[in-house]
């Protein structure tokens, strides 16, 4: 598949592409129709950044100018202004395209005082007619990344890079995927380019939406296959919308995946395959891991076992290398050799300073969590005057559980049996709720 529009042009013409939020379903031949209907000369070779536009414009943008413009920056739909500049400022580009920049689809049902109604649209082409020239470039695809410095950085990457590790054609059971992940980041598009991958129906919902309200969709359209971070799944599973799902195919990646959320999952959706992937939007996918236990088999350390590369640092950095790279990426997560497995500890740049010693929330979090009577977790600092920071874990009981005083000193109480004295949290407070980043990640602020 050299671009998008090649699986396109391929595909069955009645073949449901996308199920839009609102029920509409949108076919290989419709999109065909839509895409050579659009003018995209005036891009062809240059860059083009894509801000923020529903998401069927914004996939439609990508099937349209993926090998036609010389790079697409994908814009972060909730950044503005300064940081939008910031963002623009790392790469050169000729355009910078909304809504209504390629005459593009509006989502159904969503606010299209940007976009153009039907009238407006460009006039579909004949199902029947060929999509424009073919790829006269190798789009190179710019991706938004926080960075471990949390500096806005774009990271690049091509259709090549982005699908190596894709599956081809129809699984054997036909999977109806969706995203709890931005379908604009790393983890995001890997979702996308896997249902596009193998001609199976993806479901878009804008990133904005309620997840109670996501998630009754996902249901309505018979979500079978959905992938997001171990905090959205906690926070999924905390939702009694999240019953009504019948999923085969989970997919958790972002974060740490630990034993409890794996053993969670597995009580929830007991039909459901559960893929723990690695990856990051600098590497690339690592690699995947099936077999329910948290980390991975040391095996994987092994030359030639993966594709990619994998050694561990003097100071317990994972490191990996692409196929046919020469240099090692440090991916900045600590990790622990323990027998035949390798366990994630936290991320290099996390970890909490208690007089001295280094504590790793994740590691805090994994042990707490091991209690029936929480659903979650954030640990994170607080300041002390005497030793830096000490350690706060904010708890979410799980239902039917309260958070009194004596639930606060299983808490404590099991912790000192699992971990050591400076590790364990010196306060034991309330979360109201789950709080995650644009990236589904879990904010570890105090706010």
Request: glycine share 8%; with cysteine; hydrophobic share 45%.
């Amino acid at each position: 598949m050299t671009c998008l529009s090649e699986r396109l042009q391929s595909a069955p013409a009645d073949a449901v592409v996308w199920v839009t939020s609102s029920g509409e379903r949108i076919s290989a031949g419709a999109l065909r129709s839509a895409v050579a209907g659009l003018d995209v000369a005036a891009w062809r070779g240059k860059r083009v950044a894509l801000a923020e536009m529903p998401v069927l414009s914004f996939l439609t943008a990508l099937v349209a100018l993926d090998g036609v413009a010389e790079a697409l920056v994908l814009l972060p739909a909730e950044e503005t202004g300064p940081a939008r500049e910031t963002r623009l400022g790392l790469t050169r580009v000729d355009a910078v395209l909304g809504a209504q920049g390629l005459g593009l689809l509006p989502q159904a049902g969503a606010e299209t005082r940007d976009a153009p109604d039907a009238s407006e649209a460009p006039e579909a082409a004949p199902q029947g007619r060929a999509l424009a020239a073919p790829a006269a470039f190798t789009t190179e695809w710019l991706l938004p990344t926080s960075g471990t410095t949390g500096a806005p950085k774009l990271i690049a990457h091509t259709l090549a890079s982005l699908t190596r590790s894709a599956r081809r054609g129809a699984p054997r059971a036909p999977l109806v995927w969706a995203s709890l992940y931005s379908l604009r980041r790393f983890a995001g598009l890997q979702v996308f380019l896997q249902a596009w991958s193998e001609g199976a129906p993806l479901i878009l919902c804008e990133d904005d939406v309620d997840l109670g309200e996501r998630l009754q969709v996902l249901a309505r359209e018979g979500c079978s296959a959905l992938s997001a971070t171990p905090s959205m799944w906690r926070k999924l599973a905390m939702l009694p919308q999240s019953d009504a799902l019948a999923l085969s195919q989970i997919t958790l990646g972002g974060e740490i995946v630990d034993q409890p959320v794996l053993d969670m999952l597995a009580r929830r959706f007991p039909q459901a395959r559960i893929t723990h992937i690695y990856a990051s939007t600098e590497a690339g996918v690592g690699f995947a891991v099936r077999d329910g236990i948290a980390g991975f088999p040391k095996a994987y350390l092994a030359p030639d076992v993966l594709p990619v590369g994998l050694r561990v640092g003097e100071e317990g950095h994972l490191w990996l290398r692409q196929p046919g790279a020469t240099d090692w990426l440090d991916s900045g997560d600590v990790v622990r050799v323990e027998a035949e497995r390798i366990h994630f500890v936290g991320r290099a740049n996390g970890s909490i300073n208690v007089g001295g010693n280094k504590v790793m929330p994740e590691e805090v979090e994994s042990v707490i969590l091991e209690l029936p009577e929480i659903a979650f977790v954030q640990v994170r600092a607080r300041a002390s005057a005497v030793l830096g920071s000490l350690v706060e874990a904010a708890v979410l009981p799980a239902a039917g559980a309260a958070l009194d005083t004596e639930l606060k000193r299983r808490v404590t109480a099991h912790c000192r049996q699992r971990l050591e004295a400076f590790k364990v949290p010196a306060f034991v407070v309330s979360a109201e709720n789950i709080r995650v980043n644009a990236a589904g990640k879990m904010s570890r602020d105090r706010g």
